[in-house]
């Protein structure tokens, strides 16, 4: 079994201002993972995925994240945010093609 | 327009009252899955199918019953909704080989009274 654990559930930060997501994951087996990004009232978008290979992955919306196999992390990055960024953040892992385990998301408001 | 879509997108429903979501894609994918979101939990799988006719339990199955007659379609089925099932509900698809990527539907908000 696969569980995520999204360290932060609020994270306000100031428009221009870099922001992290945390996430850890524990699994028994390889995982593949995923960051999602909810707007409000939609439904959910992959902003990036990692599935082997270099563990820096960049997405879309000028995020990244850095795959760390040793410390199970998982954590999501943007330099500088805008306003349009306000949204909840869901990490995900999965073991194959069909089930997924999604973290408690965190609430990302970003502030002029 | 490659999508998933879902129907309806809001429902309000009494105890007790037999209700279908309904839910297809057009990708020609293999997999399907059905999510119910929850403020404080994220999204916990339901139930999810590997191609037609084969079903299989995710997390939260309890209350729920799914079929998968078609490839493009994957209805959700609730025969006895009750309060606790008041819930913001997601479908998805996944094309094999894709490492779980899943493509998500609109969403279809639930209220049980």
């Known amino acids: 079994a696969q569980s995520v654990t999204q360290l932060d559930s609020q994270v306000p930060v100031f428009e221009e201002a870099p922001v992290e997501l945390r996430c850890n994951y524990s699994?028994?087996?390889?995982?593949?993972l995923f960051w999602y990004v909810q707007y409000p009232n939609q439904g959910l978008q992959l902003l990036l995925k990692?599935?082997?290979?270099?563990?820096l992955v960049k997405g879309i919306n000028g995020f990244e994240a850095e795959f760390n196999k040793s410390q199970t992390s998982f954590h999501l990055r943007k330099p500088s945010v805008h306003i349009s960024d306000t949204a909840e953040y869901f990490c995900?892992?999965?073991?194959?093609?069909?089930?997924?385990?999604f973290g408690a998301g965190t609430t990302v408001t970003v502030r002029a | 327009e490659a999508q998933v879509t879902q129907n309806p997108r809001y429902l309000i429903t009494v105890t007790g009252k037999k209700l279908t979501v309904t839910c297809s894609q057009n990708?020609?994918?293999?997999?399907m899955s059905w999510y119910r979101q929850d403020p404080g939990l994220g999204l916990r799988q339901i139930y999810y199918?590997?191609?037609?006719?084969?079903?299989d339990k995710g997390d939260v199955p309890e209350g729920y019953k799914v079929s998968r007659k078609e490839k493009r379609n994957f209805p959700l089925i609730l025969e006895s909704p009750s309060p606790n099932q008041t819930s913001l509900y997601f479908c998805?698809?996944?094309?094999?080989?894709?490492?779980?990527?899943?493509?998500f539907g609109p969403g279809t908000r639930l209220t049980v009274t």
């Open positions: 998805a698809s996944t094309k094999s080989g894709q490492g779980g990527e899943q493509y």
């Open positions: 699994s028994s087996v390889s995982v593949y």
């Open positions: 990692y599935l082997s290979g270099s563990t």
């Open positions: 995900a892992v999965s073991p194959n093609d069909y089930k997924l385990s």
């Open positions: 990708m020609n994918h293999e997999y």
């Open positions: 199918s590997m191609n037609v006719e084969v079903t």
